[in-house]
């Protein structure tokens, strides 16, 4: 396990470089949860480090493969100087601990709620997992261990979380896409529920 999180804090080095603060959350029933820092120019990224010390499982599964199964860490980007967003490392450990603590399995177009907002003032309780790969690469793992995914997160309003329940993740992106959204903002409004 450790091993595995040395390369995985490696891989997130190499991409968002050293990182300016760390904290630590642990849940009864899970292993500690990192989330770490990281400023690249006017953004904040965070990412949490211990999810991927195990694999997801199928919570119907009668036994978990200890080797085999998808693995993952969460990012959360946001405008830095625009709202004290320090307050998210707790939900994003809640995130990175569902697979432990609920069986979930991640994967694109899931929608993770806190049913808080997710930093004092913020307008979003939950985040639509996106498409895994773009900000930093799969970490292949040897076999027979499935790779480690770094999916991002996309903070939701209320009003949107329920759009995607209605319509689908895919609606929702596209909707974002109409309106030219920018989910980085993290004082940005919930975006109009109809095409622009």
Avoid: C
């Amino acid at each position: 396990m450790g091993e595995i999180l040395a390369l995985v804090e490696a891989r997130l080095r190499s991409a968002f470089g050293e990182p300016d603060a760390r904290a630590a959350v642990t849940f009864v029933g899970a292993e500690r949860i990192e989330v770490l820092r990281y400023v690249q120019g006017d953004l904040l990224r965070y990412a949490t480090l211990g999810m991927s010390a195990q694999p997801m499982a199928d919570p119907v599964a009668v036994h978990a493969d200890p080797l085999r199964g998808p693995r993952a860490e969460v990012v959360l980007t946001v405008r830095a100087g625009r709202a004290d967003t320090a307050a998210v490392l707790r939900p994003l450990a809640v995130f990175a601990a569902s697979p432990q603590v609920e069986g979930v399995v991640l994967a694109p177009g899931n929608a993770l709620d806190v049913g808080a907002p997710l930093w004092p003032g913020a307008p979003f309780t939950s985040v639509l997992v996106a498409e895994p790969g773009g900000l930093v690469d799969d970490l292949p793992l040897p076999e027979p261990s499935d790779p480690v995914r770094f999916f991002p997160l996309l903070p939701m309003t209320p009003n949107e979380a329920a759009f995607k329940r209605a319509r689908g993740a895919d609606a929702l992106r596209e909707l974002w896409l109409s309106h030219g959204t920018d989910l980085r903002d993290p004082l940005r409004g919930g975006v109009p529920l109809t095409p622009a």
